[in-house]
């Protein structure tokens, strides 16, 4: 009776086991087997005669021990052996040389034995369930996921992912407006999975800039269906990001899409970000445009590029100056981390001339395209593109003679006309 009831409880206990660790059905069975295998080997010294069979379907198992018949007088290991005598009790045909099994009943080795078995079981199966986690989050290294604060402490919080798994957002990698509440489900990527001293370590991140691309991909299905590309992200977490991204499909506005109608497909990820400012811009393999670009609000005069030594000095009227620098020097360093350039802001005391006219205030007499032709060479206003002679517009912006030609007659034409009501 009393090795029934031991069964029951075994069996209720590796029941118990698989339920909370929720472990499927082959590993559960490799693993009792081999928690078997492993107390009848420390009690043994071998577990190569046994055969452990574990019946899932009936919630039990069972021990068989294999053992060579041998004369009465001739015993010397009862683990291996069995004398002729008592291998006819199991089997009256058995003769000496034959190997006989039989049955053995685990609650049999006693009280320890079980315990042991207990205790080796816990161990694997929490070994197993550590290899699982980080085999788990190894693969959704920079995904979002989403978990629940549950302890807040001065370095790092502790979250609880939808299974109960450990996970931490260390300070550095929380946005510094972030204020977090016990039960709050947060949102973060996966930024790296580390095995410290064989145990599991997974770090979030909500700094990462990887995380504001996730929550583009998310937000704007153009990005999610390789439409448009992110191709650079400069960001200063909870201050201001600048998106850099590029369309495969002329008929799509990469920045119209990003931002979506009246901002709507923005202002969900910058809620997210804790009003974190982020500018979208159109992405160029023409550097000195890039830079320009990354510069917004503010507009270039005119730019010299250093491709070599990867530096730029940029010329602005006075008034600009102050918007490509930005508040705190954010802009400028945002557009310096973006473009991977040293960029230098000078002020451009020829370009302060009040009589200057930006190239943009002619779109409805200039095509747009050739407006950005002459962007592409340095020429942002008037007087930049009348300084040079029409032989060095049409080689360096690599347009018609024509094209040239009416152009240099509409900026002109502009300047006369001011001298005429002067």
Same mark, same amino acid.
């Given at each position: 009776?009393?090795?029934?009831?031991?069964?029951?409880?075994?069996?209720?206990?590796?029941?118990?086991?698989?339920?909370?660790?929720?472990?499927?059905?082959?590993?559960?069975?490799?693993?009792?087997?081999?928690?078997?295998?492993?107390?009848?080997?420390?009690? *043994?010294?071998?577990?190569?005669?046994?055969?452990?069979?574990?019946? !899932?379907?009936?919630?039990? *198992?069972?021990?068989?021990?294999?053992?060579?018949?041998?004369?009465?007088?001739?015993?010397?290991?009862?683990?291996?052996?069995?004398?002729?005598?008592?291998?006819?009790?199991?089997?009256?045909?058995?003769?000496?040389?034959?190997?006989?099994?039989?049955?053995?009943?685990?609650?049999?080795?006693?009280?320890?034995?079980?315990?042991?078995?207990?205790?080796?079981?816990?161990?694997?199966?929490?070994?197993?369930?550590?290899?699982n986690l980080y085999a788990k989050y190894r693969e959704r290294v920079g995904q979002i996921i989403a978990a629940d604060v549950y302890q807040v402490w001065k370095k790092e919080i502790l979250m609880l992912d939808d299974e109960g798994d450990e996970l931490l957002l260390p300070k550095a990698e929380q946005i510094p407006?972030?204020?977090?509440? /016990?039960?709050?489900?947060?949102?973060?990527?996966?930024?790296?999975?580390?095995?410290?001293?064989?145990?599991?370590?997974?770090?979030?991140?909500?700094?990462?800039?990887?995380?504001?691309?996730?929550? *583009?991909?998310?937000?704007?299905?153009?990005?999610?269906?390789?439409?448009?590309?992110?191709?650079?992200?400069?960001?200063?977490?909870?201050?201001?990001?600048?998106?850099?991204?590029?369309?495969?499909?002329?008929?799509?506005?990469?920045?119209?899409?990003?931002?979506?109608?009246?901002?709507?497909?923005?202002?969900?990820?910058?809620?997210?970000?804790?009003?974190?400012?982020?500018?979208?811009?159109?992405?160029?393999?023409?550097?000195?445009?890039?830079?320009?670009?990354?510069?917004? !609000?503010?507009?270039?005069?005119?730019?010299?590029?250093?491709?070599?030594?990867?530096?730029?000095?940029?010329?602005?009227?006075?008034?600009?100056?102050?918007?490509?620098?930005? /508040?705190?020097?954010?802009?400028?360093?945002?557009?310096?981390?973006?473009?991977?350039?040293?960029?230098?802001? *000078?002020?451009?005391?020829?370009?302060?001339?009040?009589? =200057?006219?930006?190239? =943009?205030?002619?779109?409805?007499?200039?095509?747009?395209?050739?407006?950005?032709?002459?962007?592409?060479?340095?020429?942002?206003?008037?007087?930049?593109?009348?300084?040079?002679?029409?032989?060095?517009?049409?080689?360096?912006?690599?347009?018609?003679?024509?094209?040239?030609?009416?152009?240099?007659?509409?900026?002109?034409?502009?300047?006369?006309?001011?001298?005429?009501?002067?």
């Amino acid at each position: 009776m009393a090795r029934k009831a031991e069964t029951i409880s075994m069996t209720d206990t590796l029941a118990e086991f698989k339920e909370l660790k929720n472990i499927d059905k082959e590993t559960m069975i490799s693993v009792l087997e081999e928690s078997f295998r492993s107390v009848i080997a420390k009690m *043994f010294g071998t577990d190569e005669n046994y055969d452990v069979i574990i019946n !899932p379907e009936k919630g039990d *198992f069972e021990i068989w021990r294999n053992r060579v018949a041998v004369a009465d007088d001739q015993l010397e290991d009862s683990n291996l052996q069995i004398t002729l005598t008592e291998a006819r009790k199991i089997d009256a045909a058995s003769e000496i040389g034959e190997e006989v099994t039989d049955e053995v009943h685990f609650a049999d080795f006693g009280r320890r034995a079980i315990l042991n078995l207990r205790q080796t079981l816990s161990s694997k199966i929490l070994e197993l369930q550590k290899d699982n986690l980080y085999a788990k989050y190894r693969e959704r290294v920079g995904q979002i996921i989403a978990a629940d604060v549950y302890q807040v402490w001065k370095k790092e919080i502790l979250m609880l992912d939808d299974e109960g798994d450990e996970l931490l957002l260390p300070k550095a990698e929380q946005i510094p407006t972030d204020i977090y509440r /016990k039960g709050e489900t947060v949102r973060a990527i996966v930024q790296r999975v580390e095995n410290v001293n064989n145990n599991p370590r997974i770090t979030l991140s909500r700094t990462d800039k990887i995380f504001l691309q996730r929550l *583009f991909e998310l937000e704007v299905p153009e990005i999610h269906d390789g439409l448009i590309t992110i191709k650079a992200i400069a960001r200063i977490p909870g201050e201001r990001a600048k998106v850099a991204v590029e369309s495969y499909d002329d008929r799509i506005d990469p920045v119209g899409a990003c931002v979506g109608m009246k901002g709507s497909r923005i202002h969900g990820i910058v809620r997210e970000l804790r009003n974190e400012n982020i500018d979208v811009i159109n992405y160029t393999t023409n550097v000195a445009l890039f830079i320009q670009r990354s510069l917004s !609000p503010a507009k270039v005069s005119s730019i010299r590029v250093n491709e070599e030594e990867r530096k730029a000095e940029v010329y602005l009227r006075p008034e600009e100056v102050s918007l490509a620098i930005g /508040k705190g020097g954010l802009n400028i360093k945002l557009a310096c981390m973006l473009t991977e350039y040293v960029i230098d802001v *000078f002020r451009d005391i020829e370009g302060a001339d009040e009589e =200057d006219i930006y190239l =943009d205030e002619f779109a409805d007499e200039i095509d747009t395209w050739v407006i950005d032709a002459l962007k592409n060479i340095g020429c942002y206003t008037a007087k930049n593109v009348l300084a040079l002679t029409r032989e060095e517009i049409i080689e360096r912006a690599d347009l018609e003679e024509q094209t040239v030609d009416d152009v240099l007659t509409i900026l002109a034409a502009e300047f006369a006309d001011e001298e005429m009501k002067n």
